[in-house]
């Protein structure tokens, strides 16, 4: 088998043309970016090891694995993520909640000389902290997760990239208790246990997304938890499914928040919710 014909054999298959480039790429041990090498090397043989390697990448994605767990890098904000089952493949949605936090932590370093602390709950990979450490360096970034296994990704992409963030073990503000934050944000399990979607996204850890009945229940926990660890006029930035915007503004405005939002996506949904505690007096 040539390169030619793998590509082929992965579209009649049924992958989509990229994804059939990807995976040939990757048997091959190629950069996955690098398609002017597949028409220059067309007819090229595969060798018997990159076989191999051909069928079990295309047998993976046919069965629904993302790509990114295939390469074992996502891109975010800029940054090239390592990522692999223990984690879910952070998605582009998520960079409108990191920038509404960057564009509030601007906005609070015009106004206060001190370092800001950032809390990010339920941080996975670490993609939300250390885009925040890295596009606003002089935050002290504290990130959690219940999980020891995402835990140990958001370490290495914290190595790999060189930024200082603070990584604590346990479930949502327990590893923090007493301490105080200037910002949390949080993309937190947000899928109710019997959504229809739930097996397109088989391969991901389901503890990451499912959240109860309606999908709010770690919403709620947050919400309800969150101002006994922030500062005055410290603000709470959500991440939450397509239909739940209207319910999660109403969470953060009994639980007495202020100036409460949301941010729309690419695609001009909803996406985000937050608000701001209330100063004192």
């Not at 298959?13 to 048997?27: E, F």
């Not at 936090?101 to 993609?127: C, F, K, M, N, Y």
């Not at 450490?133 to 997760?145: C, T």
């Not at 947000?190 to 109860?212: F, K, N, Q, V, W």
């Amino acid at each position: 088998m040539n390169v030619h014909d793998a590509l082929t054999q992965a579209q009649a298959r049924g992958l989509p043309r990229i994804d059939a480039q990807m995976v040939v790429l990757l048997s091959v041990e190629r950069d996955t970016h690098d398609r002017a090498w597949l028409w220059s090397h067309d007819d090229s043989p595969l060798s018997d090891s990159q076989f191999t390697r051909f069928n079990a990448l295309l047998e993976r994605r046919l069965a629904g694995e993302p790509m990114a767990y295939l390469t074992g890098i996502q891109e975010f904000h800029g940054m090239a993520l390592r990522v692999d089952a223990r984690v879910l493949v952070p998605r582009a949605d998520t960079e409108t909640l990191l920038d509404w936090a960057l564009e509030i932590l601007e906005h609070r370093s015009q106004q206060a000389p001190t370092r800001p602390r950032v809390l990010d709950l339920g941080t996975g990979s670490g993609a939300i902290a250390l885009g925040i450490r890295a596009s606003h360096p002089p935050a002290e970034v504290h990130a959690v997760d219940a999980s020891a296994d995402a835990l140990a990704v958001a370490r290495a992409n914290a190595h790999q990239l060189g930024l200082d963030v603070h990584l604590h073990h346990g479930n949502w503000f327990a590893p923090v208790a007493g301490q105080h934050f200037d910002l949390i944000v949080s993309n937190p399990p947000y899928i109710a246990e019997d959504d229809p979607h739930l097996p397109a996204l088989a391969h991901e850890p389901r503890t990451a997304l499912t959240a109860g009945p309606d999908g709010l229940d770690d919403l709620r926990h947050i919400v309800h938890t969150a101002p006994s660890h922030l500062q005055r006029g410290a603000w709470l930035l959500l991440e939450h499914g397509f239909d739940q915007a209207e319910a999660v503004r109403a969470l953060l405005g009994q639980a007495g928040f202020t100036h409460i939002c949301s941010r729309k996506d690419l695609a001009g949904i909803e996406r985000c919710s937050g608000g701001q505690y209330p100063f004192g007096g």
